[in-house]
């Protein structure tokens, strides 16, 4: 099949020269801010293997090795092993090309089995563009995380269920919400096989730091890790926390914050009880966009790098609408591209940014309203007929 392009003046735009653009543009960035000197985030992922190595703590000030505290776990740690031996200059690198690559992956076999799939791959790496590049400028490994939830999804689709476990396991290691993902193995077969896989995974991968520290030492390390997740101070709220905060005066209290985190956990599972649309494909679709927006939005945690993910949901549920598509939702999606993905740029003064962007939690704002619509969509869909598609299971297909 060939590669269907856009119309209009990215019609030279193919699913594998956007592939490609994000590769280079995203490595890229990593060589910018290596030369400015300003990656102590890769820093913070990389240099913790070495207190493994001597058995000490990984946790707390280490100022000789990076700046700012480790709040991942010693997995993840033991993970980045490789990218410990490496010079700096080439770990940055390769640490932003394996996050553009795992987002690239994941979006394109997640959208393998679309009508038309290699225009929506355009469409939805369009969309995440902007959001996917300030990850990368950060070194964060937001786009690594988005990417194994895709691929994860499309594993599960294929009944590949040790593989999409795997994938979900590895996110609870490195940021712990991304596990959440694998709440979606209810749509499809293969259940009972599935929660074994992500008990084996879980374990195995658990006690990977056992390899090289006492026994003893796992236990004291992730005992730590759990109370520096739980007392982590909130970040800035860019958030459905921050805009009750800063808009209509809610206290910022861990009560309150909790009460919202519910009522936000309701809202995503109550759709869940469609159970006849469980096997519809467009629903599933609506669900996992609907995800990927509510994991943001209601995180207290939320800050600008972690965006990419709700972009992505915003982008996949774009790909789900009916052609024309409606005024609504072409505004929608407008207020997400400038005000979610453009504000943190120099189109717009840093003062606007400091004065009202930020405190006003303006980059969530668009993708509240998506949410909603999307939850609107979900509540009044009927059972679609299913897409034909070519076989999903190569990377070339399509």
Same mark, same amino acid.
């Given at each position: 099949?060939?590669?269907?392009?856009?119309?209009?003046?990215?019609?030279?735009?193919?699913?594998?020269?956007?592939?490609?653009?994000?590769?280079?543009?995203?490595?890229?960035?990593?060589?910018?801010? &290596?030369?400015?000197?300003?990656?102590?985030?890769?820093?913070?992922?990389?240099?913790?293997?070495?207190?493994?190595?001597?058995?000490?703590?990984?946790?707390?000030?280490?100022?000789?090795?990076?700046?700012?505290?480790?709040?991942?776990?010693?997995?993840?740690?033991?993970?980045?092993?490789?990218?410990?031996?490496?010079?700096?200059?080439?770990?940055?690198?390769?640490?932003?090309?394996?996050?553009?690559?795992?987002?690239?992956?994941?979006?394109? &076999?997640?959208?393998?089995?679309?009508?038309?799939?290699?225009?929506?791959?355009?469409?939805?790496?369009?969309?995440?563009?902007?959001?996917?590049?300030?990850?990368?400028?950060?070194?964060?490994?937001?786009?690594?995380?988005?990417?194994?939830?895709?691929?994860?999804?499309?594993?599960?689709?294929?009944?590949?269920?040790?593989?999409? =476990?795997?994938?979900?396991?590895?996110?609870?290691?490195?940021?712990?919400?991304?596990?959440? =993902?694998?709440?979606?193995?209810?749509?499809?077969?293969?259940?009972?096989?599935?929660?074994?896989?992500?008990?084996?995974?879980?374990?195995?991968?658990?006690?990977?730091?056992?390899?090289?520290?006492?026994?003893?030492?796992?236990?004291?390390?992730?005992?730590?890790?759990?109370?520096?997740?739980?007392?982590?101070?909130?970040?800035?709220?860019?958030?459905?926390?921050?805009?009750?905060?800063?808009?209509?005066?809610?206290?910022?209290?861990?009560?309150?914050?909790?009460?919202?985190?519910?009522?936000?956990?309701?809202?995503?599972? =109550?759709?869940?009880?469609?159970?006849?649309?469980?096997?519809?494909?467009?629903?599933?679709?609506?669900?996992? =966009?609907?995800?990927?927006?509510?994991?943001?939005?209601?995180?207290?945690?939320?800050?600008?790098?972690? &965006?990419?993910?709700?972009?992505?949901?915003?982008?996949?549920?774009?790909?789900?609408?009916?052609?024309?598509?409606?005024?609504?939702?072409?505004?929608?999606?407008?207020?997400?591209?400038?005000?979610?993905?453009?504000?943190?740029?120099?189109?717009?003064?840093?003062?606007?940014?400091?004065?009202?962007?930020?405190?006003?939690?303006?980059?969530?704002?668009?993708?509240?309203?998506?949410?909603?619509?999307?939850?609107?969509?979900?509540?009044?869909?009927?059972?679609?007929?299913?897409?034909?598609?070519?076989?999903?299971?190569?990377?070339?297909?399509?």
């Amino acid at each position: 099949m060939t590669d269907a392009t856009l119309n209009g003046p990215f019609r030279w735009l193919t699913s594998y020269r956007m592939a490609a653009i994000t590769l280079v543009i995203f490595t890229a960035v990593a060589g910018q801010k &290596y030369a400015l000197g300003q990656f102590n985030n890769y820093l913070m992922f990389a240099k913790p293997f070495h207190n493994l190595l001597i058995d000490k703590t990984i946790y707390g000030l280490h100022p000789t090795l990076f700046e700012d505290n480790y709040k991942y776990s010693p997995t993840f740690a033991w993970l980045m092993g490789p990218f410990y031996y490496m010079p700096n200059w080439l770990g940055v690198l390769l640490w932003n090309l394996l996050n553009a690559a795992m987002l690239v992956v994941g979006i394109w &076999y997640y959208l393998s089995d679309y009508a038309d799939a290699n225009r929506k791959r355009v469409i939805v790496l369009l969309i995440a563009f902007a959001e996917g590049l300030i990850t990368a400028q950060n070194m964060q490994s937001n786009n690594f995380i988005v990417g194994a939830m895709l691929l994860g999804i499309y594993f599960l689709r294929s009944q590949r269920v040790w593989i999409a =476990a795997l994938l979900f396991t590895l996110c609870l290691y490195i940021k712990f919400y991304g596990v959440g =993902a694998a709440i979606f193995f209810l749509f499809y077969p293969k259940k009972g096989e599935f929660l074994l896989a992500m008990v084996v995974w879980t374990i195995l991968l658990g006690l990977a730091p056992w390899t090289m520290i006492p026994w003893n030492s796992v236990v004291s390390e992730y005992a730590e890790w759990g109370r520096v997740v739980v007392d982590s101070k909130l970040g800035i709220l860019i958030s459905v926390p921050g805009i009750l905060v800063a808009w209509f005066g809610m206290a910022k209290t861990d009560g309150n914050l909790r009460l919202i985190e519910l009522v936000g956990i309701t809202l995503f599972l =109550a759709p869940f009880i469609r159970f006849s649309l469980w096997q519809d494909r467009t629903y599933q679709r609506r669900m996992l =966009a609907y995800f990927l927006l509510f994991v943001i939005i209601f995180n207290k945690m939320a800050e600008s790098p972690t &965006y990419v993910l709700a972009v992505v949901g915003v982008g996949l549920w774009w790909v789900t609408l009916d052609t024309p598509t409606s005024m609504l939702d072409n505004v929608l999606l407008s207020l997400v591209i400038i005000f979610t993905s453009m504000t943190p740029t120099d189109l717009f003064p840093k003062v606007w940014q400091n004065e009202f962007f930020v405190p006003y939690s303006i980059k969530a704002v668009p993708c509240v309203l998506v949410w909603l619509r999307i939850q609107y969509q979900l509540w009044t869909q009927i059972k679609t007929t299913s897409e034909i598609t070519s076989d999903p299971t190569s990377l070339l297909t399509n």
